[in-house]
């Protein structure tokens, strides 16, 4: 099954460039375009001796997502993030090629010519910063991150960490050609010559002269053709005309003409239309694979922006956690200032407060921190040209979906995933009819083992006029006095036919060469499903690991969100026993401590959660129809919904 709609092959090459415009949100058709040749008759002959034009890079950003700005603030909502992706993307525009140099190969395959391959590289969607860490509640400290204050690696984080997936099973190293494949498209040639000879004779009887001078054009045109039984025809049309000095020939001037066929059908290496189709069809099964690829870039892409987007929206919730604990931490030290002026409590105890309250601070500032990193990324993964856009860079971004964790997750066997992921998963369809190609392939290579035994026939037809010679004396015999229509007269009435037919042999008396190459390309092939069978077992482990993930990342979550609401109770009793002097100012400290790392690890684990539901529908195959993705907008780049997250008016 196609999964998006394209041009057949011959209108792609005769499309125009198209500037139709998306509805609702002024986005061009991202679809790479060809020129066809436009203009008169003769513009159009030249046509196939012309490159066609290829539209260049459209490297604008969609005007969506300065509708999603105001006041400097980037309003964001997931839905948006990712119909963002489907048009600015670059992973995705790079992809976007893929099926049109597929059809390059299939037109070249229908040509006659080899295959050039293609490249089935797909790119994830960078890491970034993560999401909150969960500290241990046992920790005694007011952050949640246990690692350095300031990310010193950001670059390796974000960028140069990301993954490419190759989703070949063909190995790097081809199968062999097998046997030539017949040149599909007609070759026409021609050849005119002017010539002058000079000869000395030996005998001045043959010629009537001691030396022999010629002058002569000649024209001559040719035909060739192969078919896909593997005949292949050549046609050669050659006319001359000459003059010579010569007394004894009996036309002076004279023109000869003729015109010949030659057939020749290979019987065993090369016979067969299914093999000399064979690159046809392995083209055709490559615009599939294609199509495959670009799903498959669309659906990693997708993910990718889901959990970037995830992660953003921990970030806040993290910082919002933070500026909590700082107020804590703030209404304790003015609640120790205050008894210390009094006289109350122990200038100790201030200290104390306030060493909580910085900690607090350096807490906040580090999330504050990760979230403006995190937001650099996710505009670079929304937009081309990343942060070259001044209001881009500027903008902060503002995430609207708040992404709830449902009261109960849905029931879903694992037999079930397991079906979806084997039904949905376009790196396994794509790798079953690879699977396919190189068994086509391997049809060639056995046949090149046959010995080259080829059927032959020549037809061809002459005839010769000119000026009857009066040196010459009386003919002998009919003559055929005239010009050079005479000539084409008796060549198309057959007036002086030949025929031959022949058989011509080649056989290789040990053919190691062939024998070898048919060797191993059947171990390729059998190495081809072994990957084939990899790459199954792995999508089964895949579902099988982010369902078990899922579930613990679940249970995770609701003990985190019991372990936060048995904190706060513990810090309004240790406030109240602290109000009446039965406890010390280090045990609210250390109370409020834990609530702040409670709450945050409620707020990672949260976002674990959500991150494990994203790879289990990456992993069945799921996460286009989860998020209404159309591969069709995907391919145009032109999502025609509007946006979700409407910003507020700027007043």
């Known amino acids: 099954m196609r999964f998006f709609t394209r041009t057949a092959l011959l209108l792609v090459f005769t499309t125009e460039f198209t500037v139709a415009q998306g509805l609702g949100n002024g986005v061009s058709d991202r679809t790479p375009q060809i020129r066809s040749t436009a203009g008169n008759f003769l513009s159009r002959l030249a046509g196939p001796y012309r490159a066609k034009e290829v539209s260049p890079v459209n490297f604008q950003n969609s005007s969506r997502i300065f509708d999603l700005i105001r006041a400097g603030q980037l309003y964001l909502s997931l839905e948006d993030a990712i119909a963002l992706a489907l048009e600015n993307n670059l992973d995705i525009e790079l992809e976007r090629f893929l099926p049109k140099i597929a059809d390059?190969?299939?037109?070249?395959?229908?040509?006659?010519?080899?295959?050039?391959?293609?490249?089935?590289?797909?790119?994830?969607?960078?890491?970034?910063?993560?999401?909150?860490?969960?500290?241990?509640?046992?920790?005694?400290?007011?952050?949640?991150?246990?690692?350095?204050?300031?990310?010193?690696?950001?670059?390796?984080?974000?960028?140069?960490?990301?993954?490419?997936?190759?989703?070949?099973?063909?190995?790097?190293?081809?199968?062999?050609?097998?046997?030539?494949?017949?040149?599909?498209?007609?070759?026409?040639?021609?050849?005119?010559?002017?010539?002058?000879?000079?000869?000395?004779?030996?005998?001045?009887?043959?010629?009537?002269?001691?030396?022999?001078?010629?002058?002569?054009?000649?024209?001559?045109?040719?035909?060739n053709v192969g078919f896909s039984p593997g005949t292949q025809l050549g046609v050669t049309f050659d006319n001359s005309l000459a003059s010579t000095n010569a007394t004894r020939y009996t036309y002076n001037p004279f023109v000869t003409s003729s015109l010949g066929f030659t057939i020749t059908q290979p019987l065993l290496q090369g016979f067969g239309a299914s093999l000399n189709k064979r690159y046809i069809r392995i083209a055709r099964n490559s615009q599939r694979v294609a199509d495959l690829v670009f799903r498959q870039q669309v659906m990693d892409t997708v993910a990718g922006i889901a959990r970037l987007y995830t992660d953003l929206v921990s970030l806040n919730e993290d910082v919002k956690v933070k500026q909590e604990a700082v107020l804590l931490a703030e209404r304790l030290s003015e609640d120790n200032r205050n008894k210390v002026e009094q006289g109350t409590q122990a200038p100790i105890e201030l200290t104390r407060a306030n060493a909580a309250l910085a900690a607090s601070r350096q807490g906040l500032i580090t999330a504050e921190g990760l979230v403006r990193q995190q937001e650099l990324i996710v505009k670079t993964a929304i937009t081309r040209g990343g942060l070259a856009n001044p209001q881009l860079l500027t903008s902060r971004v503002i995430p609207t979906d708040p992404l709830p964790v449902p009261d109960q997750e849905p029931e879903q066997a694992l037999p079930n995933l397991l079906g979806q992921a084997l039904e949905k998963r376009p790196d396994l369809a794509g790798a079953g009819i690879q699977v396919e190609n190189s068994e086509i392939s391997l049809k060639g290579s056995l046949n090149a083992l046959k010995p080259q035994v080829n059927l032959v026939g020549i037809v061809q037809n002459g005839g010769l006029a000119g000026d009857l010679n009066p040196l010459a004396g009386t003919p002998i015999g009919s003559v055929n006095p005239g010009g050079y229509g005479t000539a084409l007269g008796q060549v198309f009435r057959r007036d002086f036919p030949s025929y031959s037919i022949g058989v011509q042999l080649a056989l290789p008396v040990r053919n190691r060469v062939a024998q070898a190459d048919a060797v191993r390309d059947e171990l390729e092939v059998r190495q081809t499903q072994v990957r084939r069978q990899q790459l199954e077992d792995q999508v089964r482990l895949e579902v099988a690991d982010a369902d078990e993930s899922l579930r613990q990342a679940r249970a995770a979550y609701e003990a985190s969100v019991e372990a936060r609401r048995l904190q706060e109770q513990s810090v309004v009793v240790a406030d109240q026993t602290f109000a009446v002097g039965l406890s010390t100012n280090l045990v609210v400290i250390q109370y409020q401590n834990f609530l702040a790392q409670a709450r945050s690890t409620e707020v990672a684990s949260k976002g674990a959660y959500l991150k494990a539901k994203i790879a289990l529908q990456r992993a069945t195959g799921t996460v286009l129809d989860e998020n209404h993705v159309g591969i069709d907008e995907a391919y145009r780049g032109n999502v025609t919904r509007p946006p979700s997250a409407i910003p507020p008016a700027t007043k």
């Open 104 to 223: 390059t190969d299939l037109l070249r395959a229908r040509g006659g010519g080899l295959l050039r391959g293609l490249s089935l590289l797909v790119n994830e969607a960078p890491p970034g910063i993560g999401g909150p860490n969960g500290p241990l509640l046992t920790n005694l400290t007011a952050g949640s991150t246990p690692t350095p204050l300031v990310n010193t690696n950001f670059s390796d984080i974000a960028l140069i960490s990301q993954q490419q997936n190759n989703l070949s099973v063909t190995g790097a190293i081809p199968l062999s050609n097998g046997p030539v494949i017949p040149q599909y498209d007609p070759i026409l040639s021609g050849l005119v010559t002017g010539q002058h000879l000079s000869t000395p004779e030996f005998s001045p009887a043959l010629v009537g002269s001691n030396w022999l001078a010629q002058n002569g054009v000649n024209a001559t045109a040719g035909l």
